[in-house]
C-alpha cells in the first residue's frame, strides 16, 4: 500500500533513504514518549510514574 | 651547658606545640554499622550506626561529645543517581552526648554511592580527636534488575522497528508505535502545613523542609530557669511508606537540642520528640511537616534519555541487519 500511494504521488524513495526517514521519525516519537513518561514534571504523570522513575535508579526524580 | 640548655628547651617546646596532638592520639574512634557496610541499601531500612570512643586504656571515654556531620555521595559517572538533588549536599549535622563511650542512632540512607561521616570527639578535659569515615551503600540489585529489563525492553522496540521498517511494510508502522508506548507506560508536593505540638511543656521548631538543603531542628524545654537533664527521643518517620528515617534514643539534654537534617524525600515526614526523666510526665512533641520536593535539572537528565535513545537506536540497527543477512 505505502509503495502504491508513493508511486501515485510521485514521492517514492530508496529503500535507504525510506529507512531512515521512517526510523528517524521513530526515534522522534520513542524520545518524546520517554522524556514525557521519564523526566517531565507534569503532575499528572509524574505522580503515576514516580515509583517507576526511582525503581530505574538512574532516572532522576526526587 | 648552654647546649644542655637549648636541648631542653627545644624539647619544652615541641611538648607545648605537640603536646594536644600527641594527646589527642590517644583517643580512639570507631565506626560501626548494622547491618555491615556491604549489607546497605539506600531506601532499604534504617541502619543503625554508632561511635565508640576509647581512652589509651582501651576503655570507653565516659564523658565528652561527639560532633558528627554526615555528606552524600558526590556526583560522578555519567548517570546520576534517582534523587541527584541530594548527591554531595550535607546529610546531617549534631553534637550527641557520649553514653558509656558510646553514641547510637539510626539512618536511612536515601542514595547510593560513597558516604562520608567527620567525627570530632570533644572530652571532658578538653581533649580533642577527629576522625572521617568513608563508606560505600551499594544500589539495591531489584533497582538494576528492573533497569534491565527496561533497556531490554527498549532494545527490543527497536529491533522490531528495524525489522519492520527495512521490510517496508507501512500497515506494521502503528504496531511498533503501540508497542513502543506500551514499553514507556507501566507502573507519588507541598508546603509546610504543621500539626499542633502534644504537650505544653516543650516546643520543636522546624525550619522549612526543602530536598538538598538541611533544615534545623530545635527542641526545647517551655519556661525560664534551670532545666532539668532529660533523655530526648527524637524520631523522623517519612509517612508515605510510614519508614523511620532517623532516630536518636534518649540522649541526656538539659533542655534542648538542635540538630541540622535534611530531608531527602519530597513528601510529608513526621517528627517526634519523646522527651523523659524519672519522676515526671514524660513530654511528647509533634510536628508533621511537608517537604518541599525539587526538580532535578534538566542536565542530569539528559544521559539516561540518551542511554535509553541510544538502546533503541542500536535495536533498529540490529533489527535491519537481521533482516538483511
Redesign the interface.
Given at each position: 500500500m505505502e509503495k502504491t500511494v508513493a508511486s501515485r504521488l510521485f514521492i517514492a524513495l530508496p529503500e535507504q533513504i525510506s529507512f531512515l526517514i521512517k526510523s528517524g521519525i521513530f526515534l522522534m516519537v520513542c524520545g518524546a514518549t520517554l522524556f514525557i513518561a521519564l523526566a517531565s514534571s507534569y503532575p499528572a504523570v509524574h505522580d503515576t510514574l514516580h515509583n517507576v522513575r526511582h525503581a530505574l535508579a538512574v532516572v532522576p526524580c526526587h | 651547658m648552654s647546649l644542655k640548655f637549648f636541648s631542653l628547651s627545644l624539647q619544652l617546646v615541641v611538648l607545648f606545640l605537640f603536646g594536644p596532638l600527641l594527646r589527642a592520639e590517644e583517643i580512639s574512634i570507631y565506626f560501626k554499622t548494622a547491618p555491615i557496610a556491604e549489607l546497605l541499601r539506600p531506601?532499604g531500612d534504617a541502619a543503625s550506626l554508632s561511635l565508640l570512643i576509647t581512652g589509651a586504656d582501651g576503655r570507653p571515654v565516659n564523658e565528652g561529645t561527639v560532633a558528627i556531620r554526615l555528606d552524600a555521595p558526590k556526583a560522578g559517572g555519567f548517570?546520576?543517581?534517582?534523587?541527584?538533588?541530594v548527591e554531595g549536599t550535607q546529610l546531617s549535622e549534631m553534637r550527641l552526648p557520649l553514653r558509656q563511650g558510646r553514641v547510637n542512632w539510626k539512618y536511612l540512607f536515601p542514595i547510593?554511592g560513597r558516604y562520608n561521616l567527620a567525627v570530632d570527639f570533644t572530652g571532658a578535659d578538653g581533649t580533642k580527636s577527629s576522625k572521617s569515615f568513608q563508606f560505600t551503600v551499594r544500589?539495591?540489585r531489584?533497582?538494576?534488575i528492573?533497569?534491565g529489563g527496561?533497556s531490554l525492553g527498549?532494545f527490543l522496540?527497536?529491533f522490531i522497528?528495524?525489522r519492520i521498517?527495512?521490510g517496508?511494510?507501512?500497515?506494521a508502522?502503528a504496531f511498533?508505535?503501540a508497542v513502543?508506548?506500551f514499553v514507556?507506560?507501566?507502573?507519588?508536593?507541598l508546603k509546610a502545613q504543621d500539626t499542633a505540638s502534644e504537650g505544653s511543656a516543650a516546643r520543636l521548631d522546624i525550619e522549612p523542609a526543602f530536598?538538598g538543603k538541611p533544615s534545623r531542628i530545635h527542641w526545647s524545654l517551655d519556661g525560664a530557669g534551670a532545666k532539668p537533664v532529660l533523655a530526648l527521643t527524637l524520631t523522623i518517620t517519612q509517612l508515605e511508606e510510614n519508614k523511620v528515617v532517623f532516630a536518636v534514643e534518649r540522649i541526656p539534654v538539659a533542655g534542648d537540642f538542635s540538630m541540622g537534617f535534611q530531608f531527602t524525600d519530597?513528601s510529608e515526614h513526621r517528627v517526634t520528640a519523646l522527651a523523659e526523666a524519672q519522676g515526671r510526665v514524660p513530654i511528647k512533641t509533634e510536628q508533621v511537616i511537608n517537604v518541599t520536593?525539587?526538580?532535578?535539572p534538566?542536565r542530569?537528565?539528559i544521559?539516561?534519555?540518551s542511554?535509553?535513545?541510544v538502546l533503541?537506536?542500536l535495536g533498529?540497527v540490529a533489527g535491519?541487519w537481521s533482516k538483511r543477512r
Open positions: - | 531506601n548517570l546520576s543517581t534517582d534523587v541527584p538533588v547510593r544500589e539495591n531489584h533497582k538494576w528492573a533497569l527496561f527498549l522496540v527497536g522497528a528495524g521498517f527495512t517496508a511494510r507501512a500497515k508502522a511498533v508505535l513502543a508506548f514507556a507506560a507501566t507502573a507519588t508536593g530536598v519530597g520536593a525539587v526538580e532535578p534538566m542530569v537528565m544521559p539516561a534519555l542511554f535509553f535513545m533503541i537506536a533498529i535491519r
